[in-house]
């Protein structure tokens, strides 16, 4: 059973540290998507990949946030420096192709404190 | 870019009952409708998707329905029940110069059906 494996499940870190989070997309998918999850915002997409390549990012913070894909199972979203509002649950989804179903990870819970 | 309106926010309906959750779109170049279940603590999933070439489509209990000329699209569940508790997701992408493959999604209804 092929999923999107997300790690870590929970981190918790002090304000102004360096918070890496990754994600392996399954197998033979093309296209990635970050999602960052809040009460009030829903499912906010930060960064979007086709064939590795970053197609848009405008709705993440560039002073802090970047996304790679360093190679075709790896993808990372890093936060430096972290802030408390940067708390969340992000997720990392992957698809076949565009317009097609996204298939989510489990999340990572992140707590800036 | 593409923007989606998602109603209600909140739904509580008897079981049995029917529940319909409304969105709608801006980008007329998206083409790709799904719909996503997402849990208390799990990850969305998807329930039903529908395409800009197709007016309707059901699966069991739940159906979706598209009005591309408005831009809005529909979710109806029949004959509710306890475990279709969960927050419902819309969402829209296509193959517009704005939004190519980008999956928006709406904000979100929280559908409790009580017992």
């Known amino acids: 059973d092929a999923r999107v494996t997300q790690t870590p499940r929970d981190k918790v870190t002090e304000m102004g540290q360096e918070v890496t989070m990754r994600c392996q997309p399954i197998?033979?998918?093309?296209?990635v998507f970050w999602y960052r999850q809040t009460m009030m915002q829903g499912l906010e997409l930060l960064a979007y990949?086709?064939?590795?390549?970053?197609?848009?990012d405008s709705g993440m913070p560039k002073d802090r946030f970047s996304a790679e894909m360093p190679d075709a199972t790896l993808a990372t979203l890093k936060i430096q420096p972290s802030e408390p509002r940067d708390s969340a649950v992000y997720f990392c989804?992957?698809?076949?192709?565009?317009?097609?179903?996204?298939?989510f990870g489990q999340g990572t819970r992140l707590t800036v404190v | 870019g593409e923007n989606v309106e998602q109603h209600p926010s909140t739904l509580s309906v008897q079981e049995g009952d029917s529940a319909v959750i409304k969105c709608t779109y801006s980008?007329?170049?998206?083409?790709?409708f799904p719909w996503y279940k997402q849990e208390l603590g799990k990850r969305p999933q998807l329930i039903i998707d529908?395409?800009?070439?197709?007016g309707e489509k059901k699966d069991q209990r739940i159906a979706v329905t598209l009005n591309k000329t408005a831009k809005h699209f529909s979710l109806h569940i029949t004959e509710t029940q306890p475990e279709d508790s969960a927050v419902y997701f819309c969402?829209?992408?296509?193959?517009?110069?704005?939004?190519?493959?980008?999956?928006?999604f709406g904000q979100g209804t929280t559908l409790q059906v009580k017992p």
């Open positions: 197998l033979g998918h093309n296209t």
């Open positions: 980008d007329s170049a998206s083409n790709y």
């Open positions: 989804a992957s698809g076949l192709v565009d317009n097609t179903e996204a298939f």
């Open positions: 990949f086709r064939n590795r390549a970053p197609l848009d």
């Open positions: 529908i395409r800009s070439n197709v």
């Open positions: 969402a829209a992408s296509g193959q517009g110069s704005s939004n190519t493959g980008k999956l928006i």
